[in-house]
């Protein structure tokens, strides 16, 4: 069947998928289905565009300030929906010892770079030895400020997550750790532990959920996720839209339908739990935040119409040209 792209589930997640549950979120989002066989014709091999930005092999470049460097592009799960699809878990997938040591002058030699995102794949499979080396390896490059983890390690095989694995992101510089999750349910005790391992570790932690038809399109599941993150200290930082991966249109929500949860969760729950909603433009243009604006301009007047947390509209009018980095310059004067 869907042989083209590569299958792995981990212990953990085989334990957590209900045989019972015919659409188990779990299972839809590991275990390959029939549908992937069908192709939308506005998908494409590489949908965010990484190959236009690679200037050297490993590193992907699309913003002045920071880079994503990829050691490896093996996983410890295959996602059904991955953006990366075409690419992960192949054959020749981790980083040649040449191929590192370019990528790291191509960093070095740019004083612009402010922050390497260590990604691939998923950096935590390496060995502890080889995490370390790339972490003293970045921590002494003066101009870089910050050094960012992505991964689903923690997730979805927390026993990875020992001690010496927490000891090898030790720098003097800031590293954060960002963690994929997308249901509630995949965040179970040994998932807790592991996380908490690493924020004990003074690492702080951020979280990105994509959007999946199907997983988690629902108010309540998005809610619980998001809380659920939050106790345990991380703190949801982007909600993707699906990306047009090959095969996945079973996947994507519309914008709207993604909008309406986003408005949903607004006003009713903590902002902490409030992650931003982006999409990734396809072909390389960048992730651009496409949640519903609260504020709509009536023509060229200097009037706006704000909508609240409840869907209810006031009308308002600016004194001055300052006034969205200052609350206090609008007057509501209406209510609609
Ligand atoms: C997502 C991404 C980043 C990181 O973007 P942030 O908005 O800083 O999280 C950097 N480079 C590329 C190519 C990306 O796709
Ligand atoms: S862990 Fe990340 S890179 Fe790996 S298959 Fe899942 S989404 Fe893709």
């Not at 770079?113 to 794949?121: A, F, K, M, Q, R």
């Given at each position: 069947?869907?042989e083209?792209f ?15 549950h015919p659409?188990?979120?779990i ?7 029939e549908a ?15 190959e236009r ?9 699309r913003?002045?300030d920071r ?13 059904r ?16 010892q040449?191929s590192?040591a370019?990528?790291?002058d ?14 691939g ?6 060995a ?5 080396d790339i972490?003293?390896?970045l ?6 400020g ?8 923690p997730?979805v ?22 963690i ?15 996380v ?16 999946l038809r199907g997983?988690?399109?629902d ?22 839209h699906?990306d047009?991966?090959r095969?996945t ?5 519309g ?5 309406h ?12 739990c409030?992650?931003t909603?982006v999409?990734d433009?396809p ?7 496409i949640?519903p604006?609260?504020?709509g301009?009536?023509g ?10 409840a869907?209810?509209?006031s009308?308002?009018r600016c ?7 200052c609350g206090?310059?609008i007057?509501?004067?209406r209510a609609?």
């Amino acid at each position: 069947m869907a042989e083209q792209f590569t299958v792995a589930v981990t212990e953990d997640v085989a334990e957590l998928i209900d045989p019972a549950h015919p659409a188990d979120p779990i299972a839809a989002q590991f275990v390959p289905a029939e549908a992937e066989l069908t192709e939308a014709p506005e998908e494409r091999a590489d949908p965010t565009g990484d190959e236009r930005w690679s200037p050297v092999r490993g590193i992907v470049h699309r913003y002045p300030d920071r880079v994503l460097l990829k050691p490896t592009l093996l996983c410890p799960v295959y996602c059904r929906f991955c953006f990366r699809r075409e690419v992960v878990g192949k054959q020749g997938a981790v980083l040649d010892q040449a191929s590192l040591a370019r990528a790291f002058d191509y960093i070095r030699q740019r004083p612009q770079i402010w922050e390497v995102i260590v990604t691939g794949g998923d950096p935590f499979l390496l060995a502890p030895r080889r995490i370390a080396d790339i972490v003293r390896i970045l921590d002494q490059i003066p101009h870089l400020g910050v050094l960012r983890f992505h991964t689903r390690v923690p997730v979805v095989d927390p026993r990875r997550i020992t001690s010496t694995l927490v000891e090898a992101l030790a720098a003097e510089k800031a590293v954060y750790v960002v963690i994929h999750a997308n249901h509630p349910r995949e965040l179970t005790k040994q998932v807790q532990e592991a996380v908490l391992k690493l924020s004990r570790a003074g690492i702080p932690l951020l979280s990105q959920t994509v959007l999946l038809r199907g997983v988690n399109d629902d108010g309540a599941i998005l809610e619980a996720l998001f809380r659920r993150l939050v106790v345990m200290r991380v703190k949801p930082y982007y909600l993707h839209h699906a990306d047009l991966a090959r095969g996945t249109s079973h996947f994507r929500t519309g914008i709207a339908s993604g909008q309406h949860l986003v408005r949903s969760l607004r006003g009713r729950v903590s902002g902490l739990c409030q992650p931003t909603y982006v999409l990734d433009i396809p072909g390389g243009y960048g992730k651009v935040p496409i949640g519903p604006c609260a504020a709509g301009q009536v023509g060229s007047s200097g009037e706006w119409i704000i909508e609240d947390g409840a869907g209810v509209r006031s009308f308002a009018r600016c004194k001055g040209i300052a006034w969205l980095s200052c609350g206090a310059q609008i007057r509501i004067w209406r209510a609609l």
